[in-house]
Nanobody, 115 residues
Framework: QVQLVESGGGLVQAGGSLRLSCAASGSIISIYSMGWYRQAPGKQRELVARISSGVSTNYADSVKGRFTISRDNAKNTMYLQMNSLKPEDTAVYYC?????????WGKGTLVTVSS
């Protein structure tokens, strides 16, 4: 069974930085694309950033230039470096991965940005 576990969330002031991690564990042969989504209170879950099995990435317009997604395939871990955080970035951040043809989600980590 595959699990995705996020970490690194917390409380930060506007303009600050956080680094989220998503570690995949279990019986894994190959992880294809991975991504970060977020859901703010009262809003729908939205894509933040996505990374392919190679180096191809794409970002939501709202985070371009501030967030960087990366992955360490040897560790089955994905990261999200978040800089210049804004109060509107406050949300639960979820990681997702396409592992051996099946989609998995983590339980989320809360990011709170104070003004």
């Amino acid at each position: 069974q595959v699990q995705l576990v996020e970490s690194g969330g917390g409380l930060v002031q506007a303009g600050g930085s956080l680094r989220l991690s998503c570690a995949a564990s279990g019986s894994i042969i190959s992880i294809y694309s991975m991504g970060w989504y977020r859901q703010a209170p009262g809003k729908q879950r939205e894509l933040v950033a996505r990374i392919s099995s190679g180096v191809s990435t794409n970002y939501a317009d709202s985070v371009k230039g501030r967030f960087t997604i990366s992955r360490d395939n040897a560790k089955n871990t994905m990261y999200l470096q978040m800089n210049s955080l804004k109060p509107e970035d406050t949300a639960v951040y979820y990681c997702t991965g396409l592992v051996d043809g099946m989609s998995y989600w983590g339980k989320g980590t809360l990011v709170t940005v104070s003004s």
